[in-house]
């Protein structure tokens, strides 16, 4: 993972990118600089995820690097730049704005060209292109929202249908659009499949995070676990390693459906799988507990990949993939 772009490091690679989609010769050559833009992002913050997707078709695999810098690009908003609550939520809304106004445009370049953020006007195009319902994007953004005005959860249930769903489970959705069933009867089970790797993944970021969080003034820990567990460090960490059995729970249940998927996506949903259960596992067996970032070495990550498909990493890392 490389460093966090500065705000006016963002506004200065988004104008680029405007430049480039907008001086294209064609909508083709346009797209090719949106997701070439939008590969960079994803490269830069997110070294696991980048690594997994490599593994998709092209066309899917643009279309998933333009949705990651759609939602890369909130969740600066509400956790690294140095802005007040009142400016974040302003920030939200007005990229909410953009939003609609994107999905009502006969084009994305258009919104693009009015000045829209390259990243939302791009990801207008991917929920045009997969029938993603809108809706779903708005219920991201209000958990953004929320970050700016942080508040505890009561439980579990609480958690995922006041953060997780927004956060992380419509986030899969997107990606379900994009991958694909099988056959369209396979189609509620490669949502279910989603919604399962969606509250995973956001488990166990929150429990490698549990730290930084909470010098955000952000508790995403259920409270009626954190009562059961008593106080202290050693009870905050068992309450880690009960959550970090729950997503262990939620990996398998996504594996089990895999084959629900079309086949040209279940590698890359496979290394994923693979690769942050390996993380999760890792948080799960950590004598450290939240005294501690867990990460996993690089090396762990290559021996989660399937080792057929290597030769993809190296023209990944020269930006041909």
Request: charged share 25%; glycine share 6%.
């Amino acid at each position: 993972m490389g460093r966090n772009w500065t705000e006016q490091e963002w506004r200065e690679i988004d104008a680029a990118t405007r430049s480039r989609i907008l001086n294209a010769t064609s909508g083709t050559a346009a797209w090719r600089a949106m997701s070439r833009a939008a590969r960079a992002v994803l490269r830069n913050y997110s070294t696991s995820f980048f690594l997994v997707t490599r593994f998709l078709p092209a066309a899917k695999r643009a279309q998933v690097d333009v949705i990651y810098s759609a939602v890369r690009y909130p969740d600066e908003i509400v956790d690294t730049f140095p802005l007040t609550p009142e400016q974040r939520t302003d920030q939200i809304e007005a990229w909410r704005n953009w939003y609609e106004r994107s999905l009502a445009a006969r084009d994305w370049r258009e919104t693009a060209a009015a000045g829209a953020p390259v990243w939302v006007a791009g990801f207008s195009e991917v929920v045009r292109r997969n029938g993603i319902p809108p809706e779903h994007y708005h219920a991201f953004l209000d958990a953004m929202a929320a970050d700016a005005q942080p508040r505890l959860y009561r439980d579990l249930d609480d958690l995922i249908d006041g953060y997780i769903y927004g956060s992380a489970i419509v986030v899969g959705y997107f990606l379900a659009y994009v991958y694909g069933p099988r056959t369209q009867a396979d189609w509620p089970r490669v949502l279910e499949a989603s919604r399962n790797l969606g509250i995973a993944l956001q488990l166990t970021n929150f429990l490698r995070d549990v730290a930084e969080d909470e010098r955000r003034g952000r508790v995403y820990l259920p409270q009626d676990m954190l009562s059961e567990a008593g106080t202290g460090l050693d009870a905050t960490n068992r309450v880690l390693r009960r959550l970090s059995g729950v997503a262990e729970l939620h990996y398998r249940q996504t594996e089990q459906a895999l084959d629900s998927f079309s086949p040209d996506c279940r590698i890359a949903i496979q290394a994923c799988i693979d690769v942050y259960m390996r993380l999760n596992q890792r948080i799960g067996a950590s004598p450290r507990g939240i005294g501690h970032r867990e990460s996993v070495p690089v090396i762990d990550k290559f021996n989660a990949l399937p080792p057929s498909k290597f030769w993809r990493l190296p023209l990944a890392y020269l930006g041909a993939l």
